[in-house]
């Protein structure tokens, strides 16, 4: 898959869905077995109303339900780390008529979460993936910080004292810190902000070494050099910002990216999934769709997946994000 960061304009939220409503996508007519599907589909977002899978989500569900011919219902199910609405579409009935779209936590938790009573690889499949974001890490301009080089024989000789935010503890970005320390054989400080707006001016004003932020938060302040990206995770440089390397390129073999997708519960049949995952490529085709999701913070998913190759990767990335959380020792109680 490639992966390319566009250039990123600020639109509200409301402009991004309402542009949904202008979204012309013909209906294909062809239906699964059985005639699936008959009546309304619900997907579950266990995320707040606003968020980057619930903004996705319902700037999808314009396109789709005219290709499907039924009404699309978004419900969002904040709770638990995103783990409360995800259980609740892991044990619906496998009919096609409950879906999830969620974020890459989800390929994080079952490495993390020791209060989970149900496995996200075993209970879920996936339908499409909808989006990526990939990850920077950045520094103040000020940073004697010039490279990853830099960056990395710090924490080999400092240890601890190197500092660096994420959004959260466990989230991708914490992992990818992590990873960072088991590189460098020192387990750097995590110090998990809430949000960016918390972030920034701690690593403004130097109290933080460096962070580590999604694309979609950090792109304005490399933009306008106010910040410095010295890593970009993901398979392929950034086209915005080319002389970024790639966090292999700089020496720490992991390309796993943030993503959001579309999961259904593991019993449902692969002919419906097959009609899901055709009707969200049919919508991620349609350019004004691209458009928007980039507006909207995220990177659409060119050349898309089908079904089965989704769910391949979604299980190499459990793998992937487990193997650094092993390492690390990162437990969520």
């Known amino acids: 898959m490639t992966v390319v960061l566009p250039r990123v304009r600020c639109l509200s939220r409301r402009t991004v869905l309402g542009a949904a409503a202008g979204f012309a996508l013909p209906a294909s007519g062809a239906r699964a077995q059985g005639g699936y599907p008959t009546r309304p589909i619900r997907i579950v977002v266990p995320w707040a109303s606003g968020g980057g899978p619930d903004v996705i989500g319902r700037l999808l569900?314009?396109?789709?339900q005219?290709?499907?011919?039924?009404?699309?219902?978004?419900?969002?199910?904040?709770g638990g780390g995103s783990m409360m609405g995800s259980e609740m579409v892991a044990r619906a009935a496998p009919d096609g008529y409950t879906l999830l779209l969620t974020a890459g936590a989800l390929a994080v938790a079952p490495s993390v979460r020791r209060d989970l009573t149900w496995d996200p690889v075993r209970d879920l499949v996936g339908v499409a993936l909808v989006a990526v974001v990939p990850?920077?890490?950045?520094?103040?301009?000020?940073?004697?910080?010039?490279?990853?080089a830099d960056l990395m024989a710090a924490a080999r000789q400092r240890g601890g004292a190197v500092t660096y935010a994420t959004s959260g503890i466990a989230s991708p970005p914490h992992l990818i810190g992590e990873r960072l320390s088991v590189e460098a054989g020192q387990?750097?400080?995590?110090?998990?902000?809430?949000?960016?707006?918390?972030?920034?001016?701690?690593?403004l004003a130097g109290t933080l070494d460096f962070a580590v932020l999604d694309a979609v938060s950090a792109s304005p302040y490399i933009a306008t050099n106010r910040l410095r990206a010295l890593a970009i995770n993901g398979t392929q440089r950034s086209p915005t910002f080319p002389d970024v390397?790639?966090?292999?390129?700089?020496?720490?073999?992991?390309d796993a990216v943030g993503w959001h997708a579309a999961f259904a519960p593991a019993a449902t049949p692969e002919a419906i999934v097959a009609r899901l995952n055709a009707a969200?490529?049919?919508a991620l085709a349609l350019p004004q769709v691209q458009e928007s999701i980039r507006a909207a913070g995220s990177l659409p998913v060119t050349p898309p997946l089908d079904f089965k190759a989704w769910t391949a990767r979604f299980r190499r990335e459990v793998g992937a994000w487990g193997e650094v959380a092993r390492a690390a020792n990162v437990q969520v109680e």
């Open 61 to 64: 569900a314009e396109p789709m």
């Open 66 to 78: 005219k290709d499907l011919g039924q009404p699309i219902m978004i419900d969002n199910r904040p």
């Open 135 to 148: 990850l920077f890490v950045i520094v103040r301009p000020e940073s004697p910080f010039k490279s990853m």
């Open 187 to 203: 387990r750097m400080t995590h110090v998990p902000y809430r949000g960016v707006a918390q972030t920034m001016p701690d690593l």
């Open 245 to 254: 390397p790639t966090l292999r390129e700089a020496g720490v073999p992991f």
């Open 280 to 282: 969200f490529v049919a």
